[in-house]
């Protein structure tokens, strides 16, 4: 087995085409073909199942998965002790929490651990970030979701084992216009929304997956983009939006807004990696420095 070999494997778990993770990795097709080939050569086993919406793990390649893992983080860290240099910690966070979020995470993590180099990467794209958590490309991840199993929400997970923490609350808010014939109306339910415009993000967004499970099939979907224009459309008039509240509270505090009296579900920010990488450098720091906030609960972390 050649490390390349365990890279270009993890790649097909995560992107579960050649074509992708060939993509992914900056090779040809026909190597990352070549080199999964000669890793099963060499194995003498089937690590994947071929078919024609991707390529699955058999059960000799999930348990390749946790070896894979195990071996290109021990190679890490030989390298990391040989040239006496303390790679810094990866961590990646959604694009929506993290000029918000991360910020006081990384101030407790100072505090705890000083010496330790941290570099954060937001993405727009949770299954990126998620992505490049199973890989190993990111130590940890911030992202949303809901109370519960990681993916309640209602997103894809990668086929590794991935443990969180829930840091805190993330409050959602349906708003409008003040001008909206629901504005004031006390007590609304679901059946009172039915039929109104509501714009949203992306399909893949998680205040799009929240107002699935709010409001269902009840509304018009009108996709506006980001959340900037998502809230502008509704301070103008244009229909009503689901959006974080702290992405809303100065709208709200000026009267360009109105809070609708509908319950809502918050979201929940959580800190995601992958439960047999806790041996890396400096990801206990930033396990318990995260999980330092009073909100914060644990779903498995690990011991010290």
């Given amino acids: ?34 080199q999964i080939r000669s890793l099963e ?15 699955t ?24 002790e040989v040239v006496a240099a303390r790679a810094p910690l990866r961590i990646g966070a959604l694009e929506t929490i993290a000029a918000t979020h991360v910020p ?63 840091l805190e609350p993330v409050p959602l808010v349906l708003v409008a216009g003040p001008s909206h014939p629901l504005a004031g109306v006390a007590g609304l ?6 039929g109104e415009r509501l714009y949203v993000t992306t399909p893949a967004c998680s205040f799009w997956m929240a107002g699935e499970r709010l409001l269902g099939a009840d509304v018009d979907r009108v996709r506006a983009g980001g959340v ?23 709208a709200l505090e000026a009267g360009s807004l109105v809070r609708l009296d509908l319950p809502v579900q918050a979201l929940s920010m959580r800190l995601v990696w992958r439960g047999d990488r806790e041996a890396v450098p400096g990801l206990r720091e930033v396990l318990y420095a995260a999980s330092a906030l009073p909100s914060a609960r644990p779903s498995a972390l690990p011991s010290v």
């Fill in 1 to 34: 087995m050649e490390l390349r070999q365990l890279r270009t494997f993890e790649a097909v778990v995560n992107h579960r085409t050649v074509t992708d993770a060939a993509a992914a990795l900056g090779l040809a097709p026909s190597s990352v073909s070549e």
């Fill in 41 to 55: 050569r060499s194995l003498g086993v089937a690590l994947f199942d071929r078919a024609p919406r991707g390529m």
């Fill in 57 to 80: 793990l058999t059960p000799a390649g999930d348990r390749m998965l946790v070896w894979s893992r195990r071996l290109l983080d021990q190679a890490e860290l030989a390298r990391a």
């Fill in 104 to 166: 006081g995470m990384l101030a407790r993590l100072a505090d705890r651990c000083p010496e330790l180099r941290v570099e954060i990467r937001s993405d727009a794209s949770r299954d990126q970030l998620l992505s490049e958590v199973a890989s190993g490309t990111l130590e940890a991840a911030l992202l949303l979701d809901t109370e519960g199993p990681l993916g309640e929400l209602g997103f894809r997970l990668p086929p590794v084992r991935l443990d969180f923490v829930d």
């Fill in 189 to 194: 339910t679901r059946s009172d929304l039915a």
């Fill in 228 to 250: 900037a224009l998502t809230r502008a459309c509704a301070e103008q008039g244009l229909g009503i939006a689901l959006l974080p509240e702290f992405a809303v509270r100065a």
